[in-house]
């Protein structure tokens, strides 16, 4: 859904930019990069973050904001937008630049000290350069496909995010012709990065050359007869999000299958080059791509740093990683009967302090316990690998009712998701897509079981994907349940998504795009009515974002009312705090450590009744209007004691990965003061909630 050209001007003064709070974020995460006391390799996986991050921002965030004003005209006639524009573009600007200065002038030296060399065709030595002609020769050349252009060549269609050469030629062609510039695409088959052989190297340790440069120091052998005046390399990001009318479509994963190839071909929104590139060659590239040259960022290094990446996962030196961590299992959940247990008690998991294996047990026992006869499960992201999808699969074959919720439409995962639903169905389970418009966000799933001649409901309700890569590097919480209150809300959830069906009064859900909001909304309120009648009151809430305009007024009249509010937002944030008049009662702060922070939490004191809620959905409208979400309450007196002393509580002690919002929108890193000791919340629930040897951070 494209942005409202009205909520792009801040008429009002009361709201913070949400996307230079997007790119203020991306400056949190690369000062992790510039951070002496974090391992070499761990610093330069910050930088390839922060590059993943702002393809992403391009691909959907700037992008959408160009498409908005086509809508109706051209940037032009929306001054406010294209001042914004430029604003983000500016910074944009900047921030490429440090990323750049960090790679160049600290990270790469201090590798290369440490034995790790990444080598251009100038720093190998003669024994490299041959074995890597000879690599060129049998590997690449191959490959390759040089474009030269003229009318029966035009320039060829360039893949999104895509590593190309421009080529400058002089002299004539074979035929005769002065075909003057020349394309070169790398092929998408070849690792982007090599490693040398160890007994090529001269002073010890690891070595590697980028496939860009193994390209650059053997172009002028694609072009026999002509001298290569000038090249650069080059990388076009492209507006990535998928649009299927959903009104019209019958079948809307066969009309996915089809977009998918398209997202590889949007409007173009960024060109990437070399830092040498000559201005024509440039420009000649933008005119291609129909872009200005404020839409042009030239790199000192690869346009693609997300590459580096395989650097890290190819060099075995502990030493420049952050120690293994080891999670720990759940209190009294280890080789235990799930079911049972939860007969007694819930299980709360906070991930990935502590294992997500318990999770995959507990859908493991559903698929292959004979008294189990239906499992329901959402699913927004879950990769390529799963055990939990395997189980499924499992527990369909045995012949029990398996009801699985794929979401579609879970942008860059869409490919992952289609294949599962294509086993799931041929498994014999019912899948269905959600709700067409919406995107299905929820993280539950509920096993039916038959005890003592009825139904008992077994739920897992959690705050982050089933997917097993980032439950090892997000923090989320779960929650494993008998409670038949919550078992019959989740029940009716699922009901509500593949009947379609208003949804029955829930007991303790709170349900998006229904009810969510506006019980968000009451219980802020709430604690404004009881700080009016002049008792303490107090919110906490733990979100990646918070930019919803009602969610936000509301908070700004509870503070006027005199309720503290504490707000950890890891990622955008468009309240602005500490405004006398306004916001003086509310702070805001952003965690920035080893693990991504993704748990949402929102807590209300009312009058100490001490509400807890877990949540899939950040307070952003998208999530309260465009989506199927959560909240579901802590009702345990001791989890929820649990949720407070290991989900806030140490967040807000936090004074090492811990930056505070300024009413200005920058953030100041928090510093331990006077002969406070350094405090870091993710280092202190690693060493309390880890297996005993999990090592530290």
């Known amino acids: 859904m494209k942005p409202d050209l009205r909520a792009e001007t801040n008429k009002h003064g009361i709201f913070l930019d949400r996307e230079l709070s997007q790119l203020a974020f991306n400056r949190r995460v690369m000062a992790q990069a510039e951070d002496p006391t974090i391992p070499l390799l761990e610093r330069l996986r910050y930088l390839c973050i922060v590059s993943s991050n702002l393809d992403e921002f391009f691909e959907v965030r700037v992008a959408s904001l160009l498409a908005a004003a086509s809508v109706d005209g051209t940037l032009d006639e929306h001054p406010a937008l294209a001042a914004n524009l430029k604003r983000i573009c500016d910074e944009c600007h900047e921030l490429v630049k440090q990323q750049y200065d960090i790679l160049n002038a600290e990270v790469l030296p201090q590798l290369q000290a440490a034995g790790v060399h990444i080598l251009r065709h100038t720093q190998r030595n003669e024994k490299q350069r041959a074995w890597v002609k000879d690599y060129f020769e049998r590997e690449v050349r191959p490959l390759l496909t040089p474009i030269a252009l003229d009318p029966a060549h035009p320039f060829p269609q360039v893949v999104n995010k895509s590593l190309n050469f421009i080529v400058q030629l002089s002299g004539k062609d074979a035929f005769g012709r002065g075909t003057a510039i020349a394309i070169v695409k790398a092929p998408r088959v070849l690792p982007r990065v090599v490693r040398l052989p160890d007994e090529l190297n001269d002073e010890g340790g690891v070595s590697f050359c980028l496939l860009s440069s193994i390209i650059h120091a053997h172009i002028s052998d694609l072009f026999a007869g002509r001298d290569v005046i000038a090249y650069s390399q080059f990388r076009v990001t492209r507006d990535s999000d998928l649009w299927v009318d959903e009104d019209e479509v019958k079948n809307l994963r066969q009309a996915l299958k089809g977009e998918l190839q398209g997202r590889q071909f949007g409007t173009s929104v960024r060109l990437e080059v070399a830092k040498n590139c000559p201005p024509e060659l440039s420009q000649f590239l933008l005119d291609q791509f129909n872009l200005d040259q404020s839409r042009l960022y030239r790199v000192d290094g690869p346009v693609n740093m997300v590459r580096l990446t395989e650097i890290i996962n190819h060099v075995h030196m ?366 202190h629930l690693m060493q309390t909630l880890g297996a005993p040897d999990a090592g530290t951070p």
């Open 318 to 683: 502990p030493e420049l990683r952050f120690p293994p961590y080891l999670p720990g299992s759940a209190s009294k959940a280890a080789n235990i009967d799930l079911f049972a247990t939860l007969r007694e008690q819930d299980i709360l998991l906070h991930h990935p302090y502590q294992s997500f294996q318990t999770v995959i047990d507990f859908i493991r026992a559903a698929a292959h316990d004979p008294s189990v006869v239906a499992i329901k499960q959402t699913v927004y992201r879950t990769g390529m690998n799963s055990d939990l999808m395997e189980s499924l699969i499992v527990a369909a074959h045995a012949g029990k009712e398996v009801t699985v919720v794929v979401e579609l439409m879970a942008r860059f995962d869409e490919e992952a998701n289609i294949n599962w639903a294509d086993k799931l169905e041929q498994a014999g389970a019912q899948v269905v897509y959600g709700v067409v418009g919406l995107k299905t966000h929820a993280k539950i799933a509920l096993v039916l079981r038959r005890e003592d001649g009825g139904l008992r409901y077994y739920a897992h309700l959690g705050t982050g994907n089933y997917h097993p890569t980032t439950t090892k590097l997000y923090t989320d919480f779960g929650l494993l349940t008998s409670n038949p209150d919550l078992g019959r809300d989740v029940n009716e959830v699922f009901m509500h998504l593949t009947s379609l069906a208003k949804p029955q009064k829930l007991t303790h859900l709170w349900l998006a795009p229904f009810a969510l909001q506006n019980e968000i909304i009451k219980a802020i309120r709430n604690e404004a009515k009881i700080a009016r009648s002049g008792r303490p009151a107090r919110i906490i809430g733990k979100m990646n974002a918070l930019v919803d305009e009602s969610v936000i007024r509301a908070l700004y009249a509870a503070s006027k009312d005199g309720v503290k509010i504490d707000l950890i937002v890891r990622g955008a944030c468009t309240l602005k705090p500490g405004v006398p008049g306004l916001s003086d009662n509310i702070k805001v702060r952003s965690i920035i450590g080893r693990f991504l922070e993704h748990s949402r939490i929102y807590y209300f004191r009312n009058d100490l009744a001490h509400d807890v809620y877990l949540a899939s959905a950040d307070w952003m409208s998208r999530n309260l209007f465009r989506r199927v979400e959560v909240a579901f309450p802590v009702l345990d007196r001791s989890l929820k004691r649990r949720v407070i002393a290991e989900g806030l509580n140490p967040y807000l002690k936090d004074n090492t990965n811990a930056w505070d919002l300024e009413p200005t929108g920058h953030y100041v890193r928090r510093k331990a003061r006077g002969k406070q000791g350094h405090y870091s919340a993710q280092a």
